[in-house]
């Protein structure tokens, strides 16, 4: 049985995961660890640019393609997925699909769960996906909650890089070695070519810019690509680190 910890993407739109947490998410299955994402949104109405440009293009047609991008995206990466269609610009999470999480995340028990920053200016679909995130996590948490159900445990929440770090208030405290795996990544971030196609070369470049950071910070020379996080909650340990 694998000892790396089990992860859960909670992604405000389909392709959130992709460019931000390709990298983590691939590693972990490639270790053998269980990786399930969850898109609140497919992203339909405002991260859909380069489908919205092809004639005749309906809504349920881009829902659709983002579908079959992020699954195959999904796929490549090593993770299941699954999509929660709750709209996007602006994003709308009721009662009904809080429970559906909460129970997504009582099935999985993952130890750790990737998300977005807590506040983004440019993009207020992914605060409340932050927001949504810390919410569940505490009901799936309480032992009242579903008696019958095993509740969460203590899963860190790391938080991936928004696409403005500096206005986000984004400072990294983990640069993740991606480099075995962002042969995977770029493979990955090419499925959703058809829908935002002009970010592939800025998360290329963004991975380069980390792993050299990464190296700045005792990382080995062997270290080319990186992805940076943001810690929730405290670590524990015994000793200073």
Not at 209 to 237: C, D, L, M, W
């Amino acid at each position: 049985m694998s000892t790396t910890p089990s992860v859960l993407v909670i992604s405000a739109h389909a392709a959130d995961f992709v460019w931000r947490a390709g990298g983590a998410i691939a590693l972990s299955a490639q270790r053998g660890a269980p990786v399930h994402v969850v898109c609140l949104s497919f992203g339909e109405r405002g991260e859909s640019q380069g489908l919205w440009k092809q004639e005749g293009m309906t809504l349920e047609g881009v829902k659709q393609a983002r579908r079959e991008e992020s699954s195959a995206a999904a796929e490549v990466l090593g993770a299941s997925i699954e999509f929660l269609d709750l709209g996007d610009y602006p994003l709308r999470v009721d009662d009904a699909a809080q429970e559906r999480i909460v129970g997504i995340m009582r099935e999985r028990l993952p130890d750790v769960i990737l998300t977005h920053v807590a506040n983004d200016p440019y993009n207020r679909d992914h605060n409340l996906a932050h927001e949504t995130t810390l919410l569940t996590r505490m009901v799936a948490q309480a032992h009242g909650h579903d008696p019958g159900a095993k509740p969460l445990g203590a899963a860190q929440v790391l938080q991936f890089e928004p696409h403005q770090p500096e206005v986000c208030g984004f400072v990294p405290e983990l640069l993740l070695d991606i480099t075995p795996v962002f042969d995977l990544k770029t493979r990955a971030m090419r499925c959703m070519a058809g829908g935002q196609g002009h970010l592939v070369d800025y998360y290329t470049e963004l991975g380069v810019r980390r792993g050299v950071q990464a190296r700045r910070n005792g990382a080995p020379s062997s270290v080319i690509h990186a992805e940076a996080y943001k810690r929730t909650f405290p670590t524990v340990g015994e000793e200073l680190r």
